[in-house]
């Protein structure tokens, strides 16, 4: 079983910035299309940024052009890049790999990124 850890979450103002990191316990990030996922309260679990083994990238509407999803294969690490943050932007971050619809490994703790002024 892969463990995922996210990190890089915080509180910042509307219009600010905040970078997400996840680390795996081993590489995947070189098999696997990863994704950036958030859940505000009492909503659905939502996929905002995809990146798949090859680099190719896709975005949900309500972050396209302000959000940018990286990886570094050697760190084992994939990145959130969020700029131009607005409080619905609020929610606890999650990364995971994609299978179908689906996802491959049991959820990590997440990281709280919250949008107030």
């Known amino acids: 079983q892969v463990q995922l850890v996210e990190s890089g979450g915080g509180l910042v103002q509307p219009g600010g910035s905040l970078r997400l990191s996840c680390a795996a316990s081993?590489?995947?990030?070189?098999?696997?299309?990863m994704g950036w996922y958030r859940q505000a309260p009492g909503k659905q679990r939502e996929l905002v940024a995809t990146?798949?083994?090859?680099?190719?990238?896709n975005y949900a509407d309500s972050v396209k052009g302000r959000f940018t999803i990286s990886r570094d294969n050697a760190k084992t690490t994939v990145y959130l890049q969020m700029n131009s943050l607005k409080p619905e932007d609020t929610a606890g971050y999650y990364c995971?790999?994609?299978?179908?619809?689906?996802?491959?490994?049991?959820w990590g703790q997440g990281t709280q990124v919250t949008v107030s002024s």
């Open positions: 081993r590489n995947i990030f070189n098999i696997y299309t």
């Open positions: 990146v798949t083994s090859g680099g190719r990238t």
């Open positions: 995971n790999a994609l299978r179908g619809s689906s996802v491959r490994y049991t």
